[in-house]
């Protein structure tokens, strides 16, 4: 089911007050932290705060219908068509006490109810999200037609329903854990005996499932026993073999297989060199994620963890290959992983996790607001490895010099080897593709006052164009 809506419900059982109205913001405010925080779990966690006492029947309501939908395969998507601008209060004594007042749409809960049904959530602002209007544009049609495209793209998607997943591994590593602690789904089984199963209502090809592994006591065990087929290596395989278990539009039940095979080895500089920082990136996310969401935990804890796994990394590269030969006062950083400590960086200072206002500042305009900040933490959750990067540290493309076939419509040259004999496949692979502009580091040193840019940070676009472009070149176009 889709519910399309302007505003936070407001009538009846479900009805969420405004609890941004009454809150101060602040670095470290626990109230802050509430903001943010689904409503279902703070009536998991038994908090019989005062405020907490208004907000459990709500809390309870939206707990039983994730419960219920889940339980019946039943997926829910939100989609909020509202501006990004600051709203008027009706209130006069609001008025003069807050001008640039806004209002509390509660993503927080409402998103908990898409991720325990395994649906999304989709935010339709006009404007940016710094509170700037935007002039010289309907903007009713301009959400009309996000709103369009929005519910065009998911009817048209290919999804399957009612999926089970499975991930199995061969002796000596087991699933410690999903990633984050409250992946999308419901987790069945005690995860002791055999890893835990995911259940989900839906799943699209964008689903992305992460996994924490662990060694098991004893070690990784040869199952190959020396065969000749290894060519030569002489280290224990490892083996993980994922089933996704799903319903296809048309009712076929499909199961989907895949089966890894991995080297394992004694020497810590081969684990360095083979790490994907894609990966990395989004287990730091989920991770984070994870410190913020738990009972106790906090953006403050949150920040701290993704700054300690980062020393520790670059620490035990120093220590366990032959940069400890390098000088102590020269910062070494694995091949793979030279970008670590920018997107650790930049993770602290994304709207997930950095402070709301300045410290010592109360009385400012907050950026991210509790929406915004639940907005990110939403997709934050499920991010994958191929844009992990790219939430917290944006694509910026130059459009004022563009190459020749810059914005054209190209196909792939032919594979050299077709390594897939079906049809389809090699026809997949021979889709047409839009020619991207270069790209350059998004930093006020690249921009040039002569220039056009555009900012891709996954969830908007930013044009900037500089003051020295004429206007009929940036009007025309």
Request: glycine share 8%; charged share 20%.
């Amino acid at each position: 089911g889709t519910l399309i809506t302007t505003r936070r419900p407001n009538y009846g059982v479900g009805a969420l007050r405004d609890r941004e109205a009454v809150t101060k913001y602040g670095i470290g405010s626990s109230s802050e932290q509430k903001l943010f925080t689904p409503l279902q779990q703070l009536v998991q966690r038994n908090n019989d705060a005062v405020g907490m006492i208004k907000d459990k029947p709500a809390g309870l309501f939206y707990k039983k219908l994730g419960e219920e939908c889940a339980k019946n395969r039943v997926c829910l998507d939100i989609v909020v068509t509202s501006s990004s601008v600051s709203v008027p209060s009706t209130d006069p004594k609001q008025l003069n006490k807050n001008p640039n007042m806004r209002e509390f749409l509660d993503v927080a809960t409402l998103g908990e109810l898409c991720r325990k049904t395994c649906g999304n959530f989709k935010w339709l602002r006009v404007g940016n999200e710094c509170g700037v209007a935007v002039n010289g544009i309907n903007n009713d049609s301009f959400t009309g037609e996000q709103l369009r495209e929005e519910l065009k793209r998911s009817a048209l998607a290919y999804t399957g329903s009612d999926v089970v997943f499975k991930l199995r591994c061969s002796n000596g590593v087991q699933v410690k854990s999903y990633s984050p602690t409250l992946p999308v789904g419901n987790l069945v089984g005690d995860g002791i005996v055999n890893s835990a199963e995911l259940e989900l209502s839906s799943m699209y090809p964008g689903t992305s499932i992460a996994v924490v592994l662990e060694h098991k006591i004893g070690g990784v065990v040869d199952t190959m026993n020396g065969s000749s087929s290894r060519k030569g290596i002489d280290m224990p395989m490892v083996f993980f073999q994922s089933a996704v278990l799903y319903t296809t539009k048309t009712g076929q039940r499909r199961v989907r297989v895949s089966t890894l095979g991995l080297p394992t080895t004694k020497v810590p500089a081969d684990i360095f060199r083979s790490a994907d920082l894609g990966a990395v990136s989004t287990i730091f996310t989920r991770g984070a994620i994870s410190d913020v969401e738990r009972d106790g935990g906090s953006l403050r804890l949150a920040r701290d963890n993704v700054f300690n796994k980062c020393v520790s990394i670059l620490a035990n590269y120093r220590s366990h290959t032959t940069a400890r030969t390098s000088p102590s006062g020269q910062l070494i950083l694995p091949e793979s992983l030279q970008l670590l400590p920018l997107f650790c960086l930049s993770l602290r200072k994304s709207r997930m996790l950095r402070h709301s206002l300045p410290k010592g500042v109360t009385s400012a305009k907050p950026f991210p607001t509790a929406d915004e900040r639940a907005y990110h933490i939403f997709y934050g959750r499920m991010v994958s490895p191929n844009m992990s990067l790219q939430c917290v540290h944006p694509h910026l493309f130059q459009v004022s010099g563009l190459r020749t076939r810059d914005g054209d419509w190209i196909t792939p040259p032919v594979l050299q080897e077709n390594k897939f004999d079906e049809a389809n496949v090699i026809a997949a692979s021979m889709r047409p593709v839009c020619q991207l502009p270069k790209t350059m580091n998004p930093s006020i040193a690249c921009l040039d006052e002569s220039g056009m840019y555009i900012l891709d940070d996954r969830f908007s676009f930013y044009l900037f164009i500089g003051r020295d472009v004429p206007d009929e070149k940036w009007q025309d176009g």
